[in-house]
């Protein structure tokens, strides 16, 4: 749920705006997240675990595929891709 509330409205090209204000604990707490994230480029392996699960979760997502069947999929799809790399 959105913990903004509109501070005050603005007049902007012809049209008032909802001015937000960002409260200072959530304020931190997204700082705190950019500061301490991890940056490191990824690897190609990391990389394509991510693309397999992003498919997969459309598919659960849009109902096409079921939470069992996508957990199974993801499972055997970065097996296979770990065993082909021979990590």
């Known amino acids: 749920s ?3 509330t509109a501070k005050s409205i603005r007049y902007v090209a012809d049209q008032w705006i ?3 204000v960002t409260p200072k604990e959530q ?3 997204i700082m705190e997240a950019v500061e301490t994230a991890d940056f490191t480029p990824l690897s190609e392996e990391e990389e394509a675990i991510i ?3 992003t498919e997969e979760a459309a598919e659960y997502c849009s ?3 079921g939470l069992e069947e996508v957990t199974e999929v993801i499972q055997n799809r970065v097996q296979l891709l770990l065993n082909e790399k021979g990590a």
């Open 2 to 4: 959105n913990n903004m």
């Open 63 to 65: 109902g096409v595929k």
């Open 51 to 53: 693309r397999i699960v």
């Open 18 to 20: 909802p001015y937000y």
């Open 27 to 29: 304020a931190d707490a």
